[in-house]
């Protein structure tokens, strides 16, 4: 059982579960076009057992059962995304007719069910076609994605709830580019930096799409996370301020106060475009909420070597099943500054939330009770945001299903509802039910 219910929250507070397309549809059905996850996977080493998102979690032929899962939990909105490479396999020109047709049943059946549809158009599978022409580091990429919003929301911008452009620009830009552990792979910073400004670019001009086919509460979603000095030092708080700019600051001051941090330019400056400050405007124009992906804080620490002269520290809270640090008070305190710092009064919604345990079925039955442990403390953490007058009016769950944990493969499950990836059979966890529970009362 929750400790908190539906009645703890104001009234018109939205529970729902978020997913996404190639974590869960399975992209080798339908006419999908390759996507840079693919190629990805395929090379070795990229992702744990090379899996990929071929079969996943079969959503694509189980939406029903699936839909239905929703509704029986009792969610108000389920927040999805649309597969570029399914609707244009080619990334651009020819539309996949079979593609289409699937996210309009999606949407129509949602709407059956009395579920609102939240859609996100990218969440990751970039067309590999595009990949071939620069993907993110390449400026065009801004109208490739206008273009690709203008085919999705003709035929469901109608139906849907909401709407946002693309799901956690860092992990576009930075993980992908810098990191190198997300597809494409890379470790330039020169590509970072573009793919950083270009993602948002990209938004700018989605959002401009969809305000002129009339579309209303249009949004952006980041992943935020709290980044806490290792120790007292001056150079911890240092790194600590820079982890935090590239990875909070720049998304959120780009798209809520149309400007960068300054304290980035110093290492960002020279990869970043030509005449980026032109774009602002643009990138910057009013979205309707805000969306809050929120998982773990994070240790930093100096660290010798180019910018961002930084290192991430193993922290000694307990951790998830990927050895991310439980830290509920971090959603309460990114609530409360991105209200104060970013979106002002626009609602704010936290657009996903959970963790990965290594659960399994045991007599029909999944106990994944540290999950239901941790779903009441941030639950707890939102409440007491909006007890406090921040406009947080939604929670969702990452995820509905166990899916594809990209270069982790299938093993981290986060859904609430088990999937065995042999026969596809879905076993709603603990957590579900007890979400349930909570919603009717
Ligand atoms: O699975 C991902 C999702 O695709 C984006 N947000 C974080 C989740 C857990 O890592």
């Known amino acids: 059982m929750l ?17 996404s397309s190639y974590q869960i549809e399975g992209h080798s059905f339908g006419g999908a076009g390759k996507t840079h996850w693919d190629t990805f ?7 744990v057992g090379g899996q990929n998102g071929d079969i996943a979690c079969d959503h694509y ?15 108000d909105v389920y927040r999805f995304s649309t597969s570029w490479a399914r609707v244009l396999p080619e990334g651009r020109g020819k539309v996949n007719a079979e593609g289409l047709d699937f ?9 059956e069910r009395g579920i609102k549809p939240a859609a996100t158009l990218y969440h990751w599978e970039l067309p590999s076609a595009l990949a ?21 929301m003709e035929r469901i911008g109608d139906r849907v709830w909401s709407a946002a452009p693309i799901n956690e620009p860092w992990c576009v830009a930075w993980m992908s580019h810098f990191s190198g552990n997300h597809a494409p792979g890379l470790r330039d910073v020169r590509a970072t930096a573009r793919a950083m400004h270009h993602v948002l670019l990209a938004h700018g001009r989605s959002i401009e799409v ?34 935090d700019g590239f990875y909070n600051r720049f998304f959120l001051g780009g ?34 909420w805000c969306g809050l992906n929120y998982y773990t804080r994070k240790l930093i620490a100096p660290a010798e070597g180019p910018w961002p002269h930084l290192e991430e520290v193993t922290g000694p809270l307990s951790k998830t099943q990927v050895g991310w640090e439980i830290y509920p008070d971090g959603l309460y305190h990114l609530l409360k500054r991105v209200h104060e710092g970013y979106t002002r009064d626009i609602p704010l919604y936290v657009t996903e939330n959970g963790m990965a345990c290594d659960d399994s079925v045991s007599g029909g039955e ?64 603990a957590s579900y039910h007890a979400l349930s529970t909570a919603l009717q009362r």
């Open 103 to 111: 996210y309009e049943r999606l949407v129509d059946g949602l709407l």
């Open 3 to 19: 400790d908190l219910n539906r009645s703890d929250f104001p009234d018109g507070f939205l529970f729902g579960a978020s997913t």
């Open 41 to 47: 996977a395929a090379t070795p080493g990229n992702v």
């Open 255 to 288: 798209l809520f106060n149309k400007s960068y941090p300054e304290d980035l330019m110093d290492g960002l400056g020279p990869h970043l475009p030509e005449k980026w400050h032109d774009d602002m405007d643009l990138i910057g124009q009013k979205v309707d």
């Open 61 to 75: 032929h189980r939406m029903d059962e699936d839909l239905d899962l929703l509704r029986d939990a009792n969610f």
């Open 132 to 152: 071939d022409l620069g993907g993110w580091a390449n400026r065009d990429i801004a109208g490739w994605f206008a273009d690709f919003t203008q085919v999705v």
């Open 366 to 429: 999944v106990k994944d009770q540290k999950r239901v442990d941790y779903l009441d403390a941030h639950l707890a953490r939102v409440k007491r945001a909006a007890d406090e007058g921040i406009p947080v009016k939604g929670y969702f769950t990452w995820s509905l299903l166990d899916n594809y944990e990209w270069n982790l493969g299938y093993a981290p499950r986060f859904g609430i509802v088990h999937v065995d990836f042999k026969s596809l059979k879905r076993t709603p966890k």
């Open 210 to 243: 969809m305000r002129g086919l009339g579309m209303e509460n249009l949004g952006a979603v980041c992943n935020l996370e709290y980044a806490v000095p290792v120790d007292g030092s001056e150079a911890a708080a240092k790194a600590t301020r820079t982890y």
